[in-house]
């Protein structure tokens, strides 16, 4: 019953042309063609390029601005002004002020993490991501801390803006999971000397994490958890099974989902579901035994950006799915899951708006950033079945 019912979502959602699109984002209108009706409103604007957001204890939402600023959005929607003392990148390209993450114990110790594009001085003269670990002052209004922890050298000197990946998140030994993207220089993702087009665990402090899985082997970095990663800017924890989830770009079409496992190649450039942009093939074709599998991946393309599981109690038809902010095709794609397992698939508000993130709010509401100058935070809460 509840498979064929999924079927029929699926079947539903892969027939609904784009030119029908509702065009309602952020105007309080029902969306009824959605296994939930559900309302979208506008909760905050005023946004430039909003890119990452996450929830403090007492409800209010840090949000990044990818020109570099970094705001608290209040629970009634007010936006601050920008928080002072804020580290300094380089915006320029996909690059700028990208993820943010409170620590898992911010609640005592307003620690936090930001993950930026930086342009290093000489002598390295180039562009890197980076991660910094930070501290909100007591009164909110800036960081009294912000310092550099790592950087996912060597830098980029070909000129690159793009593909930095950026995406923080951490598993449930308080570990940190940040994502990196390969600058454009597709080689990078499959060296283990490079720190580029990986998924890095580390300590709260930068160090490689205790555990990792290629520790004290000669010329490889031992901060890299899994390589083979094109462009990822989706990084989730399960909550259910505790894995770490990730989603990432590929060129043309062979957009990916990937279950994390330590040491593991997922394969970029060496395999892809897609192609070049041009239409040419890349690397070897679509797979091969040493290389991991994605999940689920897209032809054509969707373009997925930030990623999060919802565990809420506002839709609980919706528990176990796992959300993914898409660009392009832009709207928002719902995958079920079971385990660590794609069991189903339906696409929200398709067609409609760029969305950079999306993530569960305290009230167990959905939470929708979006991919525009004057970008917003959109809010999905559950309407009444007519
Ligand atoms: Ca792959």
Known sequence: MR???????????????????????????????????????????????????????????LVTERPGRLRLVARDGTVSAPLGNVPEVLAAGQGGLLDVQPAPDF???????????VLLAAPARGTATRLVRARLAEDASRLDFAQPILDALPVDRGGSRNHYGCRIAFDTDGKLFLSTGERQDKPRAQRLDDLAGKVL????????????????????????FTFGHRNPQGLAR?????????????????????????????GWPVVTHGTDYDGSRIGEGASRPDMEEPLRHWEPAVSPSGINFYDGDAFPAWKGSLFMASLNTPGLVRLSTE????????????????????????????????????????????AAAR
């Open 238 to 266: 399960n909550p259910w099974t505790g894995a770490m989830w990730e989603a990432e770009f590929g060129a043309r079409g062979g957009d990916e989902v990937n279950l994390l496992k330590p040491g593991l190649n997922y």
């Open 339 to 382: 385990g660590d397992r794609i069991t189903g698939e339906e696409r929200l508000l398709w067609g409609e708006l760029r969305f950079r993130h999306v993530l569960q709010g305290p009230d167990g509401l959905i939470y929708l950033l979006t991919d525009e100058t004057r970008g917003r935070v959109l809010r999905l809460e559950p």
């Open 107 to 117: 609640a005592t110790t307003r620690e936090l993490y930001l993950c930026q594009a």
């Open 3 to 61: 498979r064929a019912a999924l079927l029929a979502m699926v079947a539903l959602a892969a027939c609904a042309p784009l030119a029908q699109a509702q065009r309602v984002a952020g105007t309080g209108e029902v969306v009824r063609q959605a296994s939930v009706p559900f309302r979208v409103s506008t909760f905050a604007g005023g946004l430039e390029r909003p890119w990452g957001a996450a929830f403090l204890p007492d409800g209010r939402l």
């Open 201 to 224: 665990r580390l300590e709260r402090d930068g160090r490689p994490a205790a555990g990792n899985p290629f520790l004290g082997r000669a010329g490889v970095r031992p901060e890299i």
